[in-house]
């Protein structure tokens, strides 16, 4: 069993190759989905220095043990559910809830608020169902603010939602007219 410090760093690699640069090791992952055969990611990470103990177990630990359940195992396969910046993943058109939420930081909220959400560096914007996922990827980068999307308005805007699985929803972007601030101490939008 992996302690914590283990964890976070097999999980950083995990993300490393599954989502940014699955080439630099050899990894081939599937242009649909995004997925490898989990093999294929254990001798990959085996064959990097220092990760040659590295078991299909800690995976799966890995797997079960991400805060934001980054990845997911199917079939002898493995992905990451979100966050590529390589080749982009093809994700089915769905129905989200009519209030998404998307963490960031105040540095970036006049931004977007003017010009709404882009994908920066990654494929997608990224949602979440509730205020927990989003407070987590907001939390990261200065002092968080919380933004409801309303996808009612959105998708009458012409913009499609993609599941990516455990409460994430992904766009293309999102305008700024779907999005306000949310004020997490009385729960409610800050208009």
Same mark, same amino acid.
């Given at each position: 069993m992996?302690?914590?410090?283990s =964890?976070?760093?097999l999980s950083k690699l995990?993300?490393?190759? *599954?989502? +940014?640069?699955?080439e630099? $090791?050899g @990894?081939?992952?599937d242009p649909e989905d995004?997925?490898?055969p989990?093999n294929s *990611?254990?001798e990959?990470?085996?064959a990097q220095?220092?990760? #040659?103990?590295?078991t299909?177990?800690?995976?799966?630990?890995?797997?079960? !043990?991400s805060?934001?359940?980054? $990845?997911?195992?199917e079939?002898e396969?493995?992905r990451?559910?979100?966050?590529? #910046? +390589?080749?982009k993943?093809q994700?089915?058109?769905? &129905?989200?809830p009519?209030?998404l939420y +998307?963490?960031t !930081?105040?540095k970036?909220?006049? #931004?977007?608020?003017? =010009?709404?959400?882009s994908?920066m560096s990654?494929?997608?914007v +990224?949602l #979440? =169902?509730g205020?927990? $996922?989003?407070t987590i990827?907001g939390s990261?980068?200065g002092?968080?603010v919380i933004?409801r999307?309303n996808?009612? @308005?959105a998708r009458?805007?012409?913009?499609?939602f993609?599941?990516?699985?455990?409460e994430v929803? *992904?766009?293309?972007? @999102?305008?700024?007219s779907c999005c306000?601030v949310w &004020?997490a101490?009385?729960?409610?939008?800050? =208009?």
């Amino acid at each position: 069993m992996l302690n914590q410090q283990s =964890e976070k760093n097999l999980s950083k690699l995990m993300t490393k190759i *599954l989502r +940014h640069s699955p080439e630099m $090791f050899g @990894v081939a992952l599937d242009p649909e989905d995004g997925s490898c055969p989990l093999n294929s *990611l254990i001798e990959a990470i085996q064959a990097q220095p220092s990760w #040659s103990w590295v078991t299909r177990e800690d995976l799966e630990q890995v797997v079960r !043990n991400s805060d934001k359940q980054r $990845f997911i195992i199917e079939q002898e396969r493995i992905r990451a559910r979100y966050g590529h #910046s +390589h080749d982009k993943v093809q994700y089915t058109p769905g &129905d989200p809830p009519e209030i998404l939420y +998307h963490g960031t !930081n105040t540095k970036a909220l006049p #931004s977007i608020l003017a =010009e709404g959400l882009s994908p920066m560096s990654r494929q997608y914007v +990224h949602l #979440s =169902e509730g205020t927990h $996922f989003a407070t987590i990827a907001g939390s990261r980068r200065g002092e968080l603010v919380i933004l409801r999307v309303n996808t009612a @308005v959105a998708r009458e805007l012409g913009i499609s939602f993609y599941y990516a699985g455990n409460e994430v929803w *992904l766009a293309d972007r @999102v305008p700024p007219s779907c999005c306000s601030v949310w &004020d997490a101490l009385e729960g409610r939008r800050d =208009e």
